[in-house]
Every structure is written in structure tokens, then in C-alpha cells.
Nanobody, 115 residues
Framework: QVQLVESGGGLVQPGGSLRLSCAAS????????MGWYRQAPGKQRELVAT???????NYADSVKGRFTISRDNAKNTVYLQMNSLKSEDAAVYYC?????????WGQGTQVTVSS
């Protein structure tokens, strides 16, 4: 079955960096679009970034120039490099796989930005 396991979250000071990872299994990873989303307390889940099978990327305006999504098809893993983190980036970050129209989510990883 499809499994998505996020890791890499934690506590970071404003201006710091984190790299999130999402290890995927149970489907042909290389041919599907992957994405990162986030949800802060009291807010709706929102798109952060997506990457297609051809490595085309899309970013939310709020993270452009600071975050980078990438994928390693040999490791079935998608990454989110987050730089210049701000307090408003604090949220639970979720990995999403769009597998032929079926959407799968990971369990999420907490990112806390605080001094």
C-alpha cells in the first residue's frame, strides 16, 4: 500500500534552515507529482510546493526564493529545503502524492520557528 513518511521537522530559530524528507513506498514514485503542504493551528492546509515527474516545480508565493523542493527517484524521496525561516512558516508539514488522481498524505512533521 502507499506509504509516505515525513521526517526532518523540529525547532529552529528565525532565519534558520531545515530540510524535510518524505520517503515514499507502494507506488511507482518516479512518474507521479509530489507535493508539500502545511497546516498551522486554526488555519486551512495550504500548498507549499509541488514537483512533477519531469521536475517542474511550483511554489506558494510566500515561500518563493526561500524554499526548494526536489526529488531523488532512486531513493523514492522528495525533499523540502527551507531557508530563511520565519515565524509564519511554523506548521505541520505534510507530504502528498497524487497517484493517478488518488491523493495520499503522510502523517506530517512539525516545524516550529521560535527564538
Amino acid at each position: 500500500q502507499v506509504q509516505l513518511v515525513e521526517s526532518g521537522g523540529g525547532l529552529v530559530q528565525p532565519g534558520g534552515s531545515l530540510r524535510l524528507s518524505c520517503a515514499a513506498s507502494g507506488f511507482r514514485f518516479s512518474i507521479y507529482t509530489m507535493g508539500w503542504y502545511r497546516q498551522a493551528p486554526g488555519k486551512q492546509r495550504e500548498l507549499v510546493a509541488t514537483i512533477s515527474s519531469g521536475r517542474s516545480t511550483n511554489y506558494a508565493d510566500s515561500v518563493k526564493g526561500r524554499f526548494t523542493i526536489s526529488r531523488d527517484n532512486a531513493k523514492n524521496t522528495v525533499y523540502l529545503q527551507m531557508n530563511s525561516l520565519k515565524s509564519e512558516d511554523a506548521a505541520v508539514y505534510y507530504c502528498k502524492a497524487d497517484v493517478g488522481g488518488l491523493l495520499y498524505w503522510g502523517q506530517g512533521t512539525q516545524v516550529t520557528v521560535s527564538s
